[in-house]
């Protein structure tokens, strides 16, 4: 096969890729004014392979930046605010992030309101019980955080380890 044959093939393929990447790259956007810091946060006797994380959102802008919750209604549904945080864990085989149980408006009973977290400002916006609520012990994990229902994350903490204490600034 001649040069002049390859050279349009090699092209189009790194085009194709080039813009696959790019495509790849729009889709995982971070906002850089906001940090999400995962943590562990304690454990307890009746999941003792478990601990307790939380996901404390850090407004580094110089304005108020607005984030979307579910206010629930208190009574037998239960109380408390709500955002749309999600576990990942890192799947070594495929290279990427997975979310075992991706979030869902659905899931709550309560009425969607904006909290603003103003400037220099912290706000805790997940909290789970890892691996009891997701993953498994050994799995990397990190918080994935959009700032509105429905739509892609677009803040993601440090990463840390299901089932060792200490959350890490590993990142994949």
Known sequence: MSIMRVAPIAA???LLNSSSCTRAQRNSR???RLQLVAAETGRTDVFPASAFYSGTLVNRSEEQVDVDSVQMPGGYQGAGQFF???VQAWSAEKKIW??????SLSEYAGRVTRVSIPAGAKLEVCRNLLPQQAGHSGDSARFALSRTWGNAP???SNTFQLGVSEATSESH
Request: aromatic content about 6%; some cysteine; hydrophobic content about 35%.
């Open 30 to 32: 971070t906002d850089d």
């Open 12 to 14: 189009a393929i790194l």
């Open 84 to 86: 749309p945080c999600e």
């Open 98 to 103: 997975k979310t075992p149980h991706p979030i």
């Open 154 to 156: 677009t803040i993601f």
